[in-house]
């Protein structure tokens, strides 16, 4: 059964940091990664879609990378503001079945 | 443009009691999903449907029930709530996919927050 971890459950950095968020899962064997964002009493917004045969993806700060043999993903943030303070969840796409989630982590970017 | 609308956002139960949580889509997506999110968890999968009048378990299915009589609306129903269904919920949706349910982007609503006493 797939496990999906995210450490540190939560971050706290001051304005104009460039950060690292990783996100580790048991089963290799996986089609695909997304990584979310949540802000509070809010739904999740996709970020990144990464398929298994991809190594990164890139979107303005926001850069995410699979390495499918370590079971890892990081989701690099440039740069970081304020308005990047949220909850980051990655998911896990696996064959035939549906994504399986991380508990998150939640960033705080101090001005 | 609404995208996927949950109603209602929050509700105060006591246990034993009934209710109908509402998701309505207007992206014409085929598959629609309803998670849990509870702290330090990830989202869980209840029910799903992949097209109208179909659903099929999750993750978590026990004492759930769900129906997709119109392709835009997505409705779970608790008929007796516990205190451990007491959670965030989370409606979604997604175009089709012949590789699985994970194979496309999908698009949450904003919750509703249920608490069980």
């Known amino acids: 059964k797939q496990e999906v971890t995210q450490i540190p459950a939560a971050l706290s950095v001051p304005e104009g940091e460039n950060l690292v968020l990783n996100c580790s899962f048991t089963?290799?064997?996986?089609?695909?990664l997304q990584w979310f964002r949540q802000d509070p009493g809010k739904g999740l917004t996709s970020l990144l879609l990464?398929?298994?045969?991809?190594r990164e993806q890139t979107s303005g700060r926001l850069n995410a990378s699979l390495d499918k043999s370590s079971g890892r993903s990081t989701l690099y943030i440039a740069a970081s503001q304020p308005g990047d303070s949220a909850t980051y969840l990655c998911?896990?796409?696996?064959?035939?079945?549906?994504?399986?989630f991380g508990p998150g982590t939640r960033l705080s970017v101090l001005p | 443009n609404a995208g996927v609308t949950q109603t209602p956002k929050f509700r105060v139960l006591k246990t034993g009691q009934s209710m109908t949580l509402l998701c309505a889509q207007d992206?014409?997506?085929?598959?629609m999903y309803w998670y849990r999110q509870d702290p330090g968890m990830g989202l869980r999968l209840i029910h799903y449907?992949?097209?109208?009048?179909?659903?099929a378990k999750g993750e978590v299915p026990d004492g759930y029930n769900v129906s997709r009589l119109k392709k835009q609306n997505f409705l779970l129903g608790l008929e007796s709530a516990a205190p451990s269904q007491t959670s965030v919920y989370f409606c979604?949706?997604?175009?089709?996919?012949?590789?699985?349910?994970?194979?496309?982007?999908?698009?949450f609503g904003d919750g509703t927050r249920l608490s069980i006493l």
């Open positions: 979604a949706s997604s175009y089709p996919s012949d590789r699985g349910l994970s194979n496309q982007p999908q698009h």
């Open positions: 089963d290799s064997a996986i089609y695909n």
């Open positions: 990464i398929q298994s045969s991809q």
């Open positions: 998911a896990v796409g696996g064959y035939g079945q549906n994504f399986v």
């Open positions: 992206m014409n997506h085929e598959y």
């Open positions: 449907s992949v097209g109208e009048g179909t659903t």
